[in-house]
């Protein structure tokens, strides 16, 4: 191995004449995971940043040795300073980004069918930073590189002659792009405010402002889970059960109405956010089940509620470890969480349990679930192992591209 590292040293010169891509080029003591296809170099991994004038633009990223990783899209202004397009020399061009943006709809055609499900995601799909969701005929793209912004009326276009969506909402509003140093940004494709209206999402109608919803406007990643979910309601009903289910951190409350729709006798949902509430149970009027929603603090509202007991409970937060600095925090968030579900669940009961906190790893959660069953002194078995769908691809060098996890467990 060490002669063919030499023969391969010694053709680098050459190889290095032939591109004249400006590039960086990774620390002598740097152990960077791009050296194991990780998307992404630091900027403290770097001998040193390229001038601003390339922020934005296709350069190369180099080993300490000068041998080329890959292309990838540069941002001094970003701790994450380039992202990588793949391991050959690529420009970021009109033929670039029509042939990715073609393949990541191809893809969603034979994973993905139907027209709300997620188009682009980032890196998965070989343009970092840029995500598409699908809601009919209206698109919500979210541009969160300076790369990205700056191709993004070019991708609305080839989007809309892919799929036939008449609209296309640039939806840059996101705290990240702060971090590229772009600004926050609201706009349109025809110029025209697009107003809420009714969606049927797996049969279920929910009452859509994709303008001004979280994120994209409705978590599209949780679909899957609502009919799983749905299925344990029905599960328990058709054994003879009354049912009494809890969703907790509902926002639109998806998983009440659908758990409503199997049969629960009785459904409360509960968010800090009283918009996502009164959203929710807007909702729940238009589909015609029988779901309350509530304003509260999940975790107050158990103290407080310690003898009400439920037979399912779906507990869906919001991240809580935004950071590894923040991962001893939201463990015990986790873990408290999990407790407080177990011990207020009737024999035999249902717990969904989720987290979309990337580095909250599959061994973290386990953990947190085991933790809370021995210290609420009930057997817990696991029912179904959750993660996202396959429209929210996972790349297997990249961690980061897997978020949401859960499981389905039954409680006795």
């Not at 926002?251 to 009283?274: I, K, M, P, T, W």
């Not at 935004?322 to 717990?351: D, F, H, P, Q, T």
Request: net charge neutral; aromatic share 8%.
């Amino acid at each position: 191995m060490q002669g063919f590292w030499a023969s391969f040293d010694r053709a680098m010169p050459n190889d290095a004449a032939m591109s004249a891509t400006p590039f960086i080029q990774l620390k002598p003591n740097a152990k960077g995971r791009v050296l194991s296809g990780h998307p992404w170099v630091f900027a403290n991994e770097v001998a040193e940043l390229l001038p601003a004038s390339q922020d934005g633009q296709v350069v190369e990223c180099r080993d300490r040795k000068g041998r080329f990783i890959g292309s990838g899209i540069y941002n001094s202004q970003s701790q994450i300073v380039w992202r990588s397009l793949g391991p050959r020399r690529v420009e970021l061009n009109d033929a670039t980004l029509q042939e990715r943006l073609a393949t990541a709809v191809q893809r969603r055609s034979t994973t993905t069918p139907g027209d709300f499900r997620r188009l682009v995601w980032s890196e998965s799909d070989g343009l970092p930073g840029l995500v598409v969701d699908q809601f009919d005929d209206t698109l919500v793209m979210q541009a969160q590189t300076l790369a990205m912004d700056g191709c993004k009326h070019a991708a609305a276009g080839y989007l809309t002659e892919l799929t036939g969506a008449v609209e296309v909402i640039h939806r840059d509003d996101g705290a990240i792009r702060r971090l590229e140093g772009l600004p926050s940004e609201l706009a349109t494709r025809s110029g025209e405010p697009r107003e809420p209206r009714w969606a049927t999402i797996a049969g279920v109608d929910y009452w859509l402002d994709l303008m001004a919803g979280q994120k994209t406007g409705f978590y599209l990643d949780q679909r899957e889970q609502h009919a799983r979910v749905a299925a344990h309601v029905a599960r328990l009903k058709g054994a003879g059960r009354v049912v009494r289910m809890l969703d907790a951190f509902c926002n639109q409350g998806a998983f009440a109405l659908h758990g409503a729709r199997a049969g629960a006798d009785e459904v409360l949902g509960l968010d800090s956010a009283y918009d996502a509430v009164g959203q929710a149970t807007k909702n729940a009027k238009r589909n015609r089940v029988r779901a309350t929603f509530e304003g509260a603090n999940v975790f107050d509202w158990f103290s407080a509620n310690r003898e009400t007991k439920w037979d399912v409970i779906v507990l869906d937060p919001p991240p809580f470890a935004k950071s590894k600095k923040a991962m001893a925090g939201a463990i015990r968030g986790y873990k408290e969480l999990n407790l407080r579900a177990m011990r207020v669940l009737e024999a035999g009961g249902v717990l969904a349990t989720y987290t979309c906190s990337h580095h909250m790893g599959d061994p973290e959660l386990r953990g947190v679930i085991a933790e809370a069953a021995h210290d609420a002194r009930r057997t817990v078995h696991i029912l179904e192992h959750c993660h996202q769908p396959a429209d929210h691809p996972i790349l297997v060098t990249m961690p980061e591209s897997e978020y949401l996890r859960g499981y389905i467990l039954q409680v006795e």
